[in-house]
């Protein structure tokens, strides 16, 4: 999904964080919000919710859940774990991503 100035983020990518509390952690894009520029990342960026009991869940109580990132505070991972650009190139009749870092394709 086309994002924050041509970006190419897309749900499942691994991404590093580069900035914040999870500075250096690795995870991967569960879902990508284009018009607020942000991310939210599997099991990063934590926050506690206090949530009333309900039928689903009679408990209740504090839960917590990811909240979402800024674009610029993730970079995607290469397949080396550093963190990357990325680029584009035609393959045949394929458009695909490119690591800018090591030139491989990254899936997704």
Do not use: W, Y
């Not at 952690?25 to 009991?53: D, I, S, W």
């Amino acid at each position: 999904m086309r994002c924050c100035n041509g970006r190419e983020d897309q749900e499942g990518d691994r991404v590093v964080i580069l900035a914040g509390k999870d500075k250096g952690r690795q995870g991967a894009v569960l879902k990508v919000m284009p018009k607020e520029e942000r991310v939210v990342v599997e099991g990063l960026n934590l926050v506690q919710r206090h949530t009333r009991p309900t039928q689903a869940d009679p408990q209740g109580g504090i839960k917590s859940k990811e909240a979402a990132l800024h674009v610029s505070n993730v970079a995607i991972v290469d397949s080396k774990g550093k963190p990357t650009r990325v680029g584009f190139r035609v393959d045949g009749d394929k458009k695909v991503r490119v690591a800018k870092t090591t030139g491989e394709v990254i899936n997704g």
